[in-house]
């Protein structure tokens, strides 16, 4: 049979027409009409549809099964690049959406699948091997995917997307009754293919395709799954997710212990997100990160003697829950400030990435007169060594006094890029020309300039982090700095400056550098206080509940506190530590203390009494508590706008449903009334850029601070982490804290994991 | 209401944003458009014929000199931006099919043969594949172009006409005639030809 003799050409271009919805509608109506009327019409129509089907199905199938090879994503990203490079100046709103839209479709279309590194993407992992080793088994998983890679792929975005195959259980292993912790960190490296493969039993990729989910089940999912492995540290294994602080009722636990942290290096990650009008990854954002990365705008008074002041207000909280009525207190230490004149002198070895991939974006100029600013805010009793590497490295000028200016600035111009990336061999040379100019008077330091550790030499993670702690014992300092690149965190700068007991600092334009060695000079490089810890303690007579905003990783056993071994943190000249508590159920009536913090710190190596630890304290009465937010301190109501945003931008599941609005506009409120500081800078600059940064993403805010991130997880992962924190201090555990926490957790576990809200 | 309820942003929000500097946007422009330019391409070029460096070409020019796209015109900007990389995309495979390109598929196709596997795990599926591609072999390249811009790209006829320079109704005669010359050539699948016909048609 031939149906389509009796078709004419007309009528099958009519039906085609109306087939691919592009007929107007006297066609339409004539070709329903004929359809009817006549069969040979209606069996072309089903031969025609059949082939749209087929080809429908081809062009799919041509898209996911085969693998091409792709269009050189990476030469058209230069290309954009460079054409935006010439408009620089207010990147702008690209909306988060279009990229997790975009992540999906090429994740969904395999095209860019060929596992490099991609500067938009992240690491890309290749479908095919993600898709073949679904059945790989999960033991696989739990024992090849290091803290490291996590933490990685987390830094990456990778927590937002999989999907969850089914009901698994969740892990009742209870990890945390290990003895202690081993070591820090571990050999792994990221290596993507591999990743992947270890991913794809997790569940997060499905057909091939990664599926969107909540970021807070993809993470409860990853830890579910994978237990600490041999060695981790239960520091390692938490920075996986440490959840966020739940509300502790001030009857059953009226103290919060933790150590200080000074380190912002979230909150410039997430601007360097803002400024592109993306919502940074949920994971990425640190409250206690942005809360002390205005403390240049706070203008808090430093201590006229000692080495802290201690501040404490209380407000009512100009966010939370309404009908609860929330209060907020502050709880702020001002280290003291060092003048120029009477700083520690310092013996400065700059170890310079020249390899190539520091000439595009600029990099090697930024890094240029980065250390051209650095070299004019020295004085003449410092001294400076530059030493460059690629594939090797060199000495490129020995340590040399400040005030020769000529020759340094004639060696920084001199800086040209090209070769590998050799960072051992410019460490290693670094620190031994730091070591041959060893003054024992001076701060030793050394700082490295880099764009990201791609290949770190023939040694392993662990050898480099385990030399730079063995230089660090000898007196030598570390700082990183982390030159143009955008968002991208680099976990090994991060370990390297904190195991050199020194700052990770990431800049991407003139503006932050100068704000990095300018404005914040001397309290860069001068530590006043070692191992500061910090201690609230409620009435709890008059105080419900309580709730410490962020400092999560921060969190120390109560009995830490004057267990004078313990590592905290280190605080610089000049630098506050503000912590937030919010408070519920909060009676102002009656005498004595309703609050009380206290400080402890030792002094910095080297000074007289170097292992003397000292204890500060400063209380907050009921009467001191002040009516109205509009009457407490510009600093006090700068923090909790700043705190606001960073709990909204992570998700937190108390502050569901807040507004990106009310942010904004406190934040422009308190801008006006900052006190400008003593280096002149203004200090309403930062919140109103801020403020500016939040509205372009304002809606998307609001939209992630709706949905919220599933309280229950982020419970359960801080609990699992007081718990290891609890179990580990040294001393005797707290028995009654551990079967809470336990019960906690047990609660928090039997309610069903792993299901989307 | 949740962010997947959302709106993604249009091509000239992107391409706006792009304008300023923002090469994350231009990256979802590229991914947002390479699929159907991929197809194009193909459609004009052949699998093998340089359609991937034709759409890499298309969207370097993009790159380096964004269109001016009216701001603000919603669907037709959207389109317009499309249209623009399709009529982009033409000019590059009508040039490299007789330039640098022709030399360089020449080199490909004498390389050792990898780009021809793939897939063959699944002999039933290639088959159809293979009869599918075979098909569209057999098309005119005009046929085949405004039936790839059609069903993979999903572009209107008018969107098609505006690309290709042809008038509307051409495009919908060739589309006709292309569908009626693949479905003879596929007669083997066809309903009721079909072993065990699946009934997948409504």
């Given at each position: 049979m031939?149906?389509n003799?009796?078709?004419?050409?007309?009528?099958?271009?009519?039906?085609?027409?109306w087939?691919?919805?592009?007929a107007?509608?006297?066609?339409?109506?004539?070709?329903?009409?004929?359809?009817?009327?006549?069969?040979?019409?209606?069996?072309?129509?089903?031969r025609l549809?059949?082939?749209?089907?087929?080809?429908?199905?081809h062009?799919?199938?041509?898209?996911?099964?085969?693998?091409?090879?792709g269009?050189?994503?990476n030469?058209?990203?230069?290309?954009?690049?460079?054409?935006?490079?010439?408009?620089?100046g207010?990147?702008?709103?690209v909306?988060p959406?279009?990229?997790?839209?975009?992540?999906?479709?090429?994740?969904?279309?395999?095209?860019?699948?060929?596992?490099?590194?991609?500067?938009?993407?992240?690491?890309?992992?290749?479908?095919s091997?993600?898709?073949?080793?679904?059945?790989?088994?999960?033991?696989?998983?739990?024992?090849?995917?290091?803290?490291?890679?996590?933490?990685?792929?987390?830094?990456l975005?990778?927590?937002?997307?999989?999907?969850?195959?089914?009901?698994?259980?969740?892990?009742?292993?209870?990890?945390?009754?290990?003895g202690a912790?081993?070591?820090k960190?571990?050999?792994?490296?990221?290596?993507?293919?591999?990743?992947?493969?270890?991913?794809?039993?997790?569940?997060?990729?499905?057909?091939?395709?990664?599926v969107?989910?909540?970021?807070?089940?993809?993470?409860?999912?990853?830890q579910?799954?994978?237990?600490?492995?041999?060695?981790?540290?239960?520091?390692?294994?938490?920075?996986?997710?440490?959840?966020?602080?739940?509300?502790?009722?001030?009857?059953?636990?009226?103290?919060?212990?933790f150590?200080?942290?000074?380190?912002?290096?979230?909150?410039?990650?997430?601007?360097?997100?803002?400024?592109?009008?993306?919502?940074?990854?949920?994971?990425?954002?640190?409250?206690?990160?942005?809360?002390?990365a205005f403390?240049?705008?706070?203008?808090d008074?430093?201590?006229?003697?000692?080495?802290?002041?201690l501040?404490?207000?209380?407000a009512?909280?100009p966010?939370?829950?309404?009908?609860?009525?929330?209060?907020?207190?502050?709880?702020t230490?001002?280290?003291r400030?060092?003048p120029?004149?009477?700083?520690?002198?310092?013996?400065?070895?700059?170890?310079?990435?020249?390899?190539?991939?520091?000439?595009?974006l600029?990099?090697?100029e930024l890094?240029?007169?980065?250390l051209?600013?650095?070299?004019e805010?020295?004085?003449?009793?410092?001294?400076?060594?530059?030493?460059?590497?690629?594939?090797?490295?060199?000495?490129?000028?020995?340590?040399t006094?400040?005030?020769?200016r000529?020759?340094?600035?004639?060696?920084i111009?001199g800086?040209a890029?090209?070769?590998?990336?050799?960072?051992?061999?410019?460490?290693?040379?670094?620190y031994q020309?730091?070591?041959?100019?060893?003054?024992?008077?001076?701060?030793n330091?050394?700082?490295?300039?880099?764009?990201?550790?791609?290949?770190?030499?023939?040694?392993?993670?662990?050898?480099?982090?385990?030399?730079?702690?063995?230089?660090?014992?000898?007196?030598?300092?570390l700082?990183?700095?982390g030159?143009?690149?955008?968002?991208?965190?680099?976990?090994?700068l991060?370990?390297?400056a904190?195991?050199?007991?020194?700052?990770?600092?990431?800049v991407?334009?003139?503006?932050?550098?100068?704000?990095?060695?300018v404005?914040?000079?001397?309290?860069?490089f001068?530590?006043?206080?070692r191992?500061?810890?910090?201690?609230?303690?409620?009435?709890?007579?008059?105080v419900?509940?309580?709730?410490?905003?962020?400092?999560?990783?921060?969190?120390?056993?109560?009995?830490?506190?004057?267990?004078?071994?313990?590592?905290?943190?280190?605080?610089?000249?000049?630098?506050?530590?503000?912590?937030?508590?919010?408070?519920?159920?909060?009676?102002?009536?009656?005498?004595?203390?309703?609050?009380?913090?206290?400080?402890?710190?030792?002094?910095?190596?080297?000074?007289?009494?170097?292992?003397a630890?000292?204890?500060?304290?400063?209380?907050?009465?009921?009467?001191?508590a002040?009516?109205?937010?509009?009457?407490?301190?510009?600093?006090f109501?700068?923090?909790?706008?700043?705190?606001?945003?960073?709990?909204?931008?992570?998700?937190s599941?108390?502050?569901?449903?807040?507004?990106?609005?009310?942010?904004?506009?406190?934040l422009?409120?308190?801008?006006?009334?900052?006190?400008?500081?003593?280096?002149?800078?203004?200090?309403?600059?930062?919140?109103?850029?801020?403020?500016?940064r939040?509205?372009r993403?304002g809606?998307?805010?609001?939209?992630?601070?709706r949905?919220?991130?599933?309280?229950?997880?982020?419970?359960?992962?801080?609990?699992?982490?007081?718990?290891?924190v609890?179990?580990?201090?040294?001393g005797?555990?707290d028995?009654?804290?551990i079967?809470e926490?336990r019960?906690?957790?047990?609660?928090?576990?039997?309610q069903?994991?792993?299901?989307?809200? | 209401?949740p962010?997947?309820?959302?709106?993604?942003?249009?091509?000239s929000?992107?391409?706006l944003?792009?304008?300023?500097?923002?090469?994350?946007a231009?990256?979802?422009l590229?991914?947002?458009h390479q699929?159907p330019?991929?197809?194009?391409a193909?459609?004009?070029?052949?699998?093998?014929?340089?359609?991937?460096?034709?759409?890499?070409?298309?969207?370097?020019?993009?790159?380096?000199s964004?269109?001016?796209?009216?701001?603000?015109?919603?669907?037709?900007?959207?389109s317009?931006l499309?249209?623009?990389?399709?009529?982009?995309?033409?000019?590059?495979?009508?040039?490299?099919?007789?330039?640098?390109?022709r030399?360089?598929?020449?080199?490909?196709?004498?390389?050792?043969?990898e780009?021809?596997?793939?897939?063959?795990?699944n002999?039933?599926?290639?088959?159809?594949?293979a009869a599918?591609?075979?098909g569209?072999?057999?098309l005119?390249?005009?046929q085949?172009?405004v039936?790839?811009?059609?069903?993979?790209?999903?572009?209107?006829?008018?969107?098609i006409?505006?690309?290709?320079?042809?008038?509307?109704?051409?495009?919908g005669?060739l589309i006709?005639?292309?569908?009626?010359?693949?479905?003879?050539?596929?007669?083997?699948?066809?309903?009721?030809?079909?072993?065990?016909a699946?009934?997948?048609?409504?």
């Amino acid at each position: 049979m031939k149906p389509n003799e009796e078709v004419t050409a007309q009528e099958r271009a009519d039906l085609v027409a109306w087939m691919l919805g592009e007929a107007a509608v006297d066609v339409r109506a004539r070709v329903d009409a004929a359809l009817l009327e006549r069969p040979a019409l209606k069996a072309e129509r089903l031969r025609l549809e059949r082939v749209v089907e087929l080809l429908r199905e081809h062009a799919r199938s041509a898209s996911g099964a085969e693998q091409v090879d792709g269009v050189g994503m990476n030469a058209l990203i230069d290309a954009a690049r460079a054409s935006a490079a010439k408009r620089r100046g207010w990147r702008r709103i690209v909306r988060p959406l279009a990229l997790a839209a975009a992540a999906l479709f090429l994740a969904g279309l395999g095209l860019f699948s060929t596992g490099r590194l991609d500067p938009w993407l992240g690491e890309t992992a290749p479908q095919s091997e993600m898709a073949a080793s679904l059945d790989a088994p999960a033991d696989a998983a739990k024992s090849a995917l290091t803290a490291e890679q996590i933490k990685q792929l987390w830094a990456l975005g990778y927590g937002g997307y999989g999907v969850v195959p089914g009901a698994s259980e969740p892990s009742n292993s209870s990890s945390v009754d290990r003895g202690a912790p081993t070591h820090k960190g571990d050999g792994g490296t990221l290596d993507s293919p591999e990743l992947a493969a270890r991913l794809a039993p997790l569940g997060y990729v499905e057909d091939g395709a990664a599926v969107p989910m909540s970021k807070g089940l993809a993470l409860a999912r990853i830890q579910d799954m994978l237990a600490p492995f041999n060695g981790e540290s239960s520091f390692d294994y938490f920075l996986r997710a440490f959840g966020s602080r739940p509300f502790e009722s001030a009857r059953r636990k009226p103290i919060a212990t933790f150590a200080a942290s000074v380190d912002t290096a979230s909150y410039s990650h997430a601007r360097a997100y803002l400024e592109r009008g993306e919502l940074p990854p949920a994971d990425l954002v640190r409250t206690e990160a942005f809360i002390n990365a205005f403390r240049g705008s706070y203008g808090d008074s430093g201590p006229q003697n000692g080495t802290f002041a201690l501040h404490l207000e209380l407000a009512p909280s100009p966010f939370g829950d309404v009908q609860r009525a929330p209060w907020l207190l502050r709880a702020t230490a001002v280290a003291r400030d060092v003048p120029r004149g009477e700083r520690t002198p310092l013996a400065l070895t700059f170890a310079v990435d020249v390899s190539g991939s520091m000439a595009p974006l600029n990099r090697l100029e930024l890094v240029k007169s980065a250390l051209e600013l650095l070299v004019e805010e020295l004085d003449s009793f410092d001294r400076v060594a530059l030493v460059a590497y690629s594939s090797v490295a060199r000495i490129i000028l020995p340590m040399t006094h400040a005030s020769d200016r000529g020759p340094l600035l004639e060696a920084i111009r001199g800086l040209a890029s090209g070769g590998g990336t050799n960072l051992e061999g410019g460490l290693a040379l670094a620190y031994q020309h730091a070591a041959d100019h060893f003054d024992p008077a001076a701060g030793n330091r050394v700082v490295l300039l880099s764009d990201g550790v791609g290949n770190i030499g023939a040694v392993t993670r662990e050898a480099l982090l385990a030399g730079v702690g063995a230089q660090r014992a000898k007196g030598i300092y570390l700082n990183t700095i982390g030159v143009g690149m955008g968002d991208h965190n680099d976990a090994l700068l991060d370990d390297l400056a904190r195991t050199g007991d020194g700052i990770a600092t990431y800049v991407d334009d003139e503006r932050e550098a100068r704000r990095a060695f300018v404005e914040n000079f001397v309290g860069s490089f001068e530590t006043v206080a070692r191992d500061v810890k910090l201690q609230v303690e409620f009435d709890p007579a008059r105080v419900g509940r309580w709730r410490l905003l962020g400092y999560e990783s921060r969190a120390l056993a109560d009995r830490s506190f004057r267990d004078d071994s313990v590592d905290a943190g280190e605080v610089n000249a000049g630098h506050s530590v503000v912590a937030l508590f919010e408070l519920h159920d909060v009676s102002l009536q009656g005498p004595g203390a309703l609050t009380t913090f206290r400080v402890r710190h030792k002094p910095p190596f080297g000074a007289p009494g170097a292992d003397a630890p000292s204890e500060q304290a400063a209380v907050i009465r009921g009467s001191d508590a002040l009516s109205a937010v509009a009457s407490a301190s510009p600093a006090f109501r700068l923090s909790a706008a700043v705190a606001q945003a960073a709990e909204m931008l992570r998700a937190s599941p108390h502050r569901e449903g807040a507004h990106t609005e009310a942010v904004v506009r406190e934040l422009r409120a308190v801008a006006p009334l900052l006190r400008r500081g003593d280096l002149g800078e203004d200090p309403a600059a930062e919140p109103l850029a801020l403020a500016e940064r939040l509205e372009r993403v304002g809606l998307y805010l609001d939209a992630r601070a709706r949905r919220g991130d599933d309280r229950r997880q982020h419970d359960l992962r801080f609990a699992h982490w007081e718990l290891a924190v609890e179990l580990e201090a040294r001393g005797e555990p707290d028995p009654n804290r551990i079967r809470e926490l336990r019960a906690r957790i047990a609660e928090l576990e039997a309610q069903q994991i792993g299901a989307p809200r | 209401m949740p962010v997947d309820a959302m709106e993604e942003p249009s091509d000239s929000d992107l391409l706006l944003a792009f304008g300023r500097g923002d090469v994350a946007a231009f990256t979802a422009l590229a991914a947002r458009h390479q699929a159907p330019l991929l197809a194009h391409a193909r459609s004009l070029v052949g699998r093998r014929g340089g359609a991937e460096d034709a759409v890499q070409e298309a969207l370097l020019r993009l790159a380096k000199s964004p269109p001016r796209i009216p701001v603000g015109g919603g669907e037709a900007a959207g389109s317009a931006l499309s249209g623009w990389l399709h009529q982009v995309l033409r000019r590059v495979c009508l040039d490299t099919q007789r330039g640098e390109a022709r030399r360089r598929r020449r080199e490909r196709e004498t390389a050792p043969i990898e780009a021809i596997q793939g897939g063959q795990e699944n002999v039933e599926t290639n088959d159809t594949r293979a009869a599918v591609e075979r098909g569209l072999e057999r098309l005119s390249a005009d046929q085949r172009e405004v039936i790839a811009l059609r069903l993979f790209g999903e572009k209107s006829y008018s969107e098609i006409a505006a690309i290709t320079g042809k008038k509307k109704g051409t495009v919908g005669w060739l589309i006709s005639a292309g569908l009626t010359r693949l479905a003879d050539e596929l007669n083997h699948l066809m309903p009721g030809q079909e072993a065990g016909a699946r009934g997948t048609l409504r």
